[in-house]
Nanobody, 119 residues
Framework: QVQLVESGGGLVQAGGSLRLSCVAS????????MGWYRQAPGNERELVAD???????TYAGSVKGRFTISRDNAKNTVYLQMNSLKPEDTAVYYC?????????????WGQGTQVTVSS
């Protein structure tokens, strides 16, 4: 069993920045993918960005150039630096950990952290 604990959400004005962090209680997969998803009211959960244990990353088109994902393998931690935030970025952000061989959206989930961007 793995627990993922997110932190760093909050309320920010449009154009501002936030940094999310997610710590995994242990690393059960030697090669894995850690990522961030988000879900706004009435919408499906969507991938924001993910990063492999080797450092390869993927971004949703809507956040490219504004968000940066990074990780510290020694600390089992993944970060999401969010800059130039927009009201449409408002959502609950969830941390995810999965095997590389798992489909996106599988694996372990955190409890979520609310990000609210005011206009």
């Amino acid at each position: 069993q793995v627990q993922l604990v997110e932190s760093g959400g909050g309320l920010v004005q449009a154009g501002g920045s936030l940094r999310l962090s997610c710590v995994a209680s242990r690393n059960i997969f030697s090669i894995n993918v850690m990522g961030w998803y988000r879900q706004a009211p009435g919408n499906e959960r969507e991938l924001v960005a993910d990063i492999t244990s080797g450092g390869g990353s993927t971004y949703a088109g809507s956040v490219k150039g504004r968000f940066t994902i990074s990780r510290d393998n020694a600390k089992n931690t993944v970060y999401l630096q969010m800059n130039s935030l927009k009201p449409e970025d408002t959502a609950v952000y969830y941390c995810n950990l999965r095997r590389v061989s798992d489909l996106p959206g599988r694996g372990y989930w955190g409890q979520g952290t609310q990000v609210t961007v005011s206009s």
